[in-house]
């Protein structure tokens, strides 16, 4: 069974700090791949980064910075130099090779005030 | 213009009634899907669809049914809704490689009263 555990349930911060969101998922599979989809007020989901099992290479990408560590089973992301509009619902996912779903953590709310 | 889009956004009915949810996409995949969200935010699959075919029914009660009349729609019908049922139901796709994200539709908010 795959299980993606989000510990943070709600993250409070003020603009222009940073916020790091954790995700920890278990597996038997060599073969995975990790998401961060974000989900504002208005409800919608809207895909944020995508990593693959075979590749560790951590990047940035604008204000979003993501660690993956296969030792630990970690995904996490980063949000530098936070604003009000990055509020909103974070969800880390995972889907194994050959399998049509995505399976879920449970979200972290992050609330940057102004 | 939309990449997936599900009519209505909003659904408020009553106990017992059947309704349906229809969702398109025009990016061409060949995998859709439908998730239900309830009231904690938790994120589920329902079914998955792979060229029309049911690939994946998350043990969803029968009284939802799922309808692919081709690879751009899937569908959901939903009989003798509950109050249970109330939730958010997201209709999504992507290209069948694994190795690529799932692009969601903006979700309908079903209120069963």
């Known amino acids: 069974a795959q299980k993606v555990t989000q510990a943070q349930t709600e993250i409070s911060v003020v603009e222009k700090e940073d916020v790091t969101l954790d995700c920890v998922y278990e597996t038997r599979d060599t073969t995975y791949y990790l998401f961060w989809y974000k989900q504002p007020p208005s409800g919608e989901l809207v895909f944020l980064i995508r990593?693959?099992?075979?590749?560790?290479q951590n990047e940035i990408s604008g204000r979003y910075s993501w660690n993956f560590q296969k030792s630990t089973s970690s995904f996490n992301f980063t949000i530098t130099a936070s604003q009000v509009v990055d509020s909103a619902v974070y969800f880390c996912?995972?889907?194994?090779?050959?399998?049509?779903?995505?399976?879920f953590g449970a979200g972290t709310t992050v609330t940057v005030r102004a | 213009d939309t990449a997936v889009s599900q009519t209505p956004k909003y659904l408020v009915t009553q106990m017992g009634n059947d309704k349906s949810i229809k969702c398109e996409q025009n990016?061409?995949?060949?995998?859709m899907y439908w998730y239900k969200q309830d009231s904690k935010k938790f994120l589920k699959i329902m079914f998955s669809?792979?060229?029309?075919?049911?690939?994946i029914n998350e043990t969803v009660p029968n009284r939802f049914s799922p309808k692919s009349p081709d690879k751009a729609h899937l569908n959901l019908h939903i009989n003798s809704l509950e109050l249970g049922d109330s939730a958010v139901y997201f209709c999504?796709?992507?290209?069948?490689?694994?190795?690529?994200?799932?692009?969601f539709g903006q979700g309908t908010r079903l209120t069963v009263v």
């Open positions: 990016l061409g995949h060949d995998t």
């Open positions: 990593r693959n099992s075979f590749d560790e």
């Open positions: 999504a796709s992507s290209p069948a490689n694994e190795n690529t994200e799932a692009f």
């Open positions: 669809y792979n060229n029309k075919e049911l690939i």
């Open positions: 996912a995972l889907r194994f090779r050959d399998d049509y779903k995505l399976s």
